[in-house]
């Protein structure tokens, strides 16, 4: 059985497309600033609430990252938190593949 | 899609809240059952766990010039149904309304709600309509992964425009603008989504192929084929 690389080959051309629309957009889309839907969602409801963002206060007390790098880097964290899951288990289950394959 | 904490009146939290919680105690059943019968089933927990994590913590660039989160929930719904996604969509929604100021407490049952029940529930019906067809597993794969990534903005559109109806036009037109919002940037990035997670499933399927069949995800049958394809 050969192996065939049909959807490498899918995911490689989505991964590009993607980028070249996301320099597509920011080369030509005026006022596109790349904020987080989460804080447009935010804008927008203070727009209907006719209030303005300032006036939601948080119903319980919440801690906020100091900085956009401290959020970074625990943005970071939970990825690489991911990332040690699943290299783990596909390392796992290689090791056991390649076991069935040597007995 | 988190809503942040504050922006949701705290009687619509508690609507969320009273909502997510029997999802997530019926989540906990159900691993425990699992896990219980079959141990092999927690690497697999792990690999479609470890996705969550990784993807929900990507905010990508999208073509209305605003930036959002891929969900990754798609492999855990086809391998554990929604309510074991649930589960593990609240502990990244936790974490990131504790440390991140992404969500909050309050407002974690309405996120949990879209992330991790609304989008998985209709994934898992469209993995449930197409199991038994003769479709191609990585194309149902793919289905599941971006349906669900798309209903969970939906929802999150839904739930917002529910407690801020527009003055005129009521729910359905703030739904309306905040499908603009929210569902409209999240178009491309659920494609792309669907199909690295189709590939992430590949490799699942290459390495161990009888937990598949012995979840019942897929049948044997189904795994052969997918094998010498693609």
Redesign the interface.
């Known amino acids: 059985?050969t192996y065939?690389y049909?959807?490498?080959l899918?995911?490689g051309m989505?991964?590009v497309a993607?980028c070249v629309?996301?320099l597509y957009?920011?080369a030509t889309?005026s006022?596109?600033?790349?904020?987080?839907?989460?804080?447009?969602?935010?804008a927008?409801?203070a727009e209907?609430?006719g209030t303005t963002v300032e006036n939601?206060?948080?119903?319980?007390p919440?801690?906020?990252?100091p900085s956009g790098e401290i959020?970074a880097c625990?943005?970071?964290l939970?990825?690489a938190?991911?990332?040690?899951?699943?290299g783990?288990?596909?390392g796992?289950?290689?090791g056991?593949?390649r076991g069935k394959i040597a007995e | 899609m988190h809503i942040m904490e504050g922006f949701l009146p705290w009687q619509w939290c508690l609507v969320w809240w009273l909502i997510a919680l029997p999802c997530l105690m019926l989540g906990v059943w159900q691993l425990k059952k699992l896990l219980g019968a079959d141990r092999e089933a927690l690497p697999l927990l792990g690999v479609t766990g470890g996705f969550v994590f990784i993807l929900s913590s990507l905010k990508l660039p999208s073509v209305t010039g605003s930036c959002s989160h891929p969900t990754g929930t798609g492999l855990a719904t086809v391998s554990f149904g929604p309510w074991v996604t649930a589960l593990t969509c609240a502990i990244v929604l936790l974490f990131q309304s504790l440390f991140l100021a992404h969500g909050g407490l309050s407002v974690l049952g309405a996120n949990i709600v879209s992330m991790g029940i609304v989008g998985p529930l209709v994934g898992y019906g469209v993995y449930r309509l197409l199991r038994d067809t003769s479709l191609n597993v990585y194309l149902t794969v793919f289905l599941v992964t971006a349906l669900a990534d798309m209903f969970t903005y939906v929802t999150t559109s839904l739930e917002l425009a529910l407690a801020y109806p527009a003055e005129t036009g009521g729910v359905v037109s703030s739904f309306i603008l905040f499908m603009g919002v929210f569902a409209v940037t999240q178009v491309p990035l659920a494609i792309v989504e669907g199909i690295v997670l189709a590939l992430v499933f590949k490799y699942i399927l290459t390495l161990k192929p009888d937990i598949l069949a012995r979840l019942n995800i897929f049948s044997e049958k189904q795994i052969e084929a997918a094998r010498s394809e693609c």
């Open positions: 059985m065939r049909t959807l490498e899918i995911a989505a991964v993607f629309l996301f957009t920011s889309m006022g596109a600033e790349f904020a987080g839907s989460d804080n447009v969602g935010s927008l409801i209907l609430s939601f206060q948080p119903i319980i919440q801690w906020e990252p959020e625990l943005f970071a939970q990825a938190v991911g990332g040690i899951l699943v783990m288990v596909f796992f289950w290689y056991q593949a």
